[in-house]
């Protein structure tokens, strides 16, 4: 299993200072982009993701929490990203936007919300390189984790197995020392924001997740 940290909530003031701290510890790193309407929230868009990429080697792992991603997925493959999850809830037509992703070489993920079953994805798991079971209510960091995200990894986990497919199980949200035992064995890729990078000492709390799955 791996850590994609999220940025969301690090001091942006000093960004690179803040990700020279635990960057070399970590293979992902993960971007949440909001517009304000799939989410209440904005965040960022392709360009700080393009800054970040001059001085990076990471795995960018785009999570687009907007609505009409088909309209942005070049800018954000052109801005340096390596995988691009969209919503579920976003699309009306999931696999033509993976196709589209996938015409890039980038890798595609799809993700869902904490109130969409996870059933709804079986016809897309063949096709998809990620899925991501969102653990709290898309918008904001730091929020508690909802453990309802536990049987949709599990069930994630069975149907990889039994079906054989390569996608990786990813979970979004509230993730600490405390909640990734919950779901460790289920998942390739926990992402983690406020745990890693409001710590006083971010390589320890990452070491600390490291250590649980190890
Ligand atoms: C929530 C974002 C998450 C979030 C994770 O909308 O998609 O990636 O930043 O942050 P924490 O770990 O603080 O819940
Ligand atoms: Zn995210």
Do not use: W
């Not at 304000?36 to 392709?46: D, K, T």
């Not at 009409?68 to 800018?75: A, G, L, R, S, T």
């Not at 020392?177 to 006083?200: K, M, N, R």
């Amino acid at each position: 299993m791996e850590i994609s940290v999220s940025i969301l909530s690090i001091d942006y003031a000093n960004i690179k200072t803040n990700l020279d701290k635990f960057s070399n510890d970590i293979k992902y790193l993960h971007l949440d982009v909001m517009d304000g309407r799939f989410v209440p929230n904005i965040s960022f868009g392709p360009a700080l993701i393009k800054s970040l990429r001059k001085n990076s080697h990471l795995i960018f792992d785009t999570h687009l929490m907007i609505c009409n991603p088909e309209k942005y997925v070049e800018d954000f493959v052109k801005a340096g990203s390596d995988m691009i999850t969209f919503h579920y809830e976003a699309v009306t037509n999931p696999k033509e936007i993976i196709e589209l992703i996938h015409s890039y070489h980038v890798k595609a993920g799809i993700s869902i919300n904490p109130n969409t079953s996870v059933e709804v994805l079986e016809d897309i798991l063949p096709y998809v390189d990620l899925v991501l079971i969102m653990s709290v209510h898309p918008g904001h960091g730091g929020q508690a984790f909802l453990s309802s995200a536990i049987d949709k990894v599990k069930y994630l986990k069975s149907k990889k197995e039994e079906k054989h497919y390569s996608y990786l199980i990813s979970i979004d949200g509230g993730i600490n020392d405390e909640t990734l035992p919950l779901v460790f064995p289920y998942i390739d890729l926990a992402v983690s924001g406020s745990y890693i990078v409001q710590a006083l000492d971010p390589q320890e709390n990452l070491k600390k997740l490291m250590h649980i799955s190890s």
